[in-house]
């Protein structure tokens, strides 16, 4: 997917990173990050006027599902900062495609069995594990794991994988919406269409922006650093998770 060169360079500058990281100044960080975060980003949920909507309508209402599907892809940065790492180093249409028809299955899966049975999962737990994902991917990307665990992991397994978690993600906001009975199915696959809708559009906006960027000089200066601020990111987002699961009362 990348050049060895490449690959190797940034590998080699991540542990000179990691060498030079002190733990006392992560765990640092991390703490003022957290406890500089609103309570409302900590908190898992849909938007109040969202939810407000859904819980007074019944039957069935395409569009209006359609649109908070593709709205809920296209704001979730989770989701963008995975699908980012995903693509960050695929060229070819061909290994896009396979990638993010791979993600797609997965998180459509566990969305339609998740409302469909009732089964959810604890919404911060579950985005925790979403925000893991983008770490996996930031490390995958850097060229970490042959390294550290000595084997490479399987990545397409890995984004199918993960999609069913980011799918299971998803099943939890559908379910707060506490969504009427009445034309629960359509209305649920419609919400679908406008998740895979609102996933073409980020994609297609971030190959335009790759595209460009990878036939500049900066890409290979810069493709370390990025993957090291994804790899950040994720961390982040599981520590806000986290700190929400241990805060809210159950």
Known sequence: MTNPYLRQTMLMRFRAWMRGCHLSHLVTTAALLVASTPNEVLAHGVAAGDKGYIQSIFGVHLIPFAYLGAKHMVTGYDHLLFLLGVIFFLYRVKDIGLYVTLFAVGHSATLLFGVLTGISVNSYLIDAIIGLSVVYKALDNLGAFPTWFGFQPNTKAATLIFGLFHG????????????????LIPNLLAFNVGVEIGQLLALSAILIVMSYWRGSPSFRRHAYTTNVAVMAAGFVLMGYQLVGYFVTPA
Do not use: N, Q, V, Y
């Not at 998803?170 to 009445?182: G, H, N, Q, Y």
């Open 168 to 183: 299971f993600g998803l099943a939890t906001k559908i379910l707060d919406f506490e969504m009427s009975p009445s034309g």
